[in-house]
């Protein structure tokens, strides 16, 4: 196996859309841990060597973003770009910022004001990110984004390019190579839904069984599970803070082709995930991220659950750390 530092692009070169003449751009994203968590799977009433946890907080810039970034950002300059631009609740624009640094690209991000958190803004400016700050919530700011991208020749580098989804589809790669086995189901949480995408994507490229992909929205940004854009999106977990998803007919194929669900989890049951993963596991990820184990509990005490379960634990802790502040004080 080929040095996991050296990235995602360079260990899984055959299955990525790059030649020779591919620049590579890195900060040797992928390779995250898979942590086995009996504790919390003793917690959902599922037994030892049950429950896995992918944590891609432990990706460069601490969010799955990395994979796909790595990739769109090298397309981005073996085209010839003149820079890249993103619209995000922050995790995006730190990524982009980042790879744009190191490819010497410039880099535009739009963010819904009021609607980032602070180690993810921390980010975007500390890379040199021009920063555009939209009225409204994260599908104001894409279709910002959109425009300037049709205007200046930037290229976009939302889930909306697919090279994103080429790249964070390799996690689903590095899974079934860890545990050796796909897993029965897989549990994530789903705001833009390019990420159960990606994974879905991935899953079907590998030989064998399928896991059931089971996506998690927070109840008040529901809009996949209610059947209609909200315009108003509302939770705890800005990450996931979306009406209008772009990748929505994609995650529903992800669900139906896999027997998988999407459904919604109140941010109290969001909260509460968060916390356990943290008190039990020692894991500290995203409230947003515990938006797959706050489904994974509901779903565990109803005893449906059997064989091997991963949760993708999408983004780092420290990336929010006003909301521990916030929530629990004592
Ligand atoms: C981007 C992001 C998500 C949502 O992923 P989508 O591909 O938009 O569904 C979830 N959690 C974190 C931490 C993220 O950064």
């Given at each position: 196996m080929l040095n996991p530092a050296l990235g995602i692009i360079s260990r899984y070169r055959d299955r990525?859309?790059?030649?020779?003449?591919t620049p590579v751009v890195t900060?040797?994203?992928?390779?995250?841990p898979l942590i086995r968590a009996d504790r919390l799977a003793e917690y959902a009433g599922l037994p030892a060597d049950s429950v896995y946890l992918?944590?891609?907080?432990?990706?460069p810039t601490g969010s799955f973003k990395d994979r796909g970034m790595a990739v769109a950002v090298s397309k981005a300059l073996e085209e010839g770009a003149r820079g890249v631009l993103c619209a995000s609740t922050g995790n995006t624009a730190a990524s982009a910022a980042a790879y744009a640094a190191r490819a010497g690209l410039r880099c535009m991000v739009f963010l819904p004001k009021g609607g980032v958190a602070l180690g993810k803004l921390a980010q975007a400016l500390m890379h040199g990110a021009k920063i555009k700050e939209v009225k409204g919530s994260f599908d104001k700011a894409l279709i910002a984004a959109f425009a300037e991208a049709k205007k200046s020749g930037f290229v976009a580098v939302n889930s909306s390019n697919p090279y994103r989804i080429e790249g964070q589809k390799t996690a689903a790669f590095e899974i079934s190579e860890v545990l050796g086995r796909m897993p029965d189901y897989q549990f994530m949480p789903v705001g833009n839904a390019g990420n159960i995408t990606a994974y879905w994507k991935g899953y079907r490229e590998l030989k064998g069984s399928k896991p059931k992909m089971m996506g998690f929205q927070a109840a008040g940004a529901a809009p996949i599970v209610l059947g209609n854009p909200i315009p108003n999106p509302r939770t705890v977990a800005s990450a996931i803070r979306?009406?209008?998803?772009?990748?929505w007919q994609a995650a529903l194929r992800a669900r139906d082709e896999s027997n998988g669900v999407i459904a919604a989890v109140t941010d109290r049951e969001i909260l509460n995930a968060w916390r356990l993963l943290a008190r039990l596991e020692g894991v500290f990820c995203e409230p947003s991220s515990a938006a797959g184990v706050a489904g994974l509990l509901k779903s565990g005490k109803k005893g449906h659950l059997s064989g091997k379960i991963v949760c993708i634990l999408?983004?780092?802790?420290?990336?929010?750390?006003?909301t521990p502040l916030k929530i629990f004080k004592s």
């Open positions: 990525l859309p790059v030649t020779d003449k900060l040797g994203e992928g390779a995250t992918k944590f891609e907080g432990s990706n979306i009406g209008n998803p772009y990748s999408t983004g780092h802790g420290l990336k929010d750390p006003d």
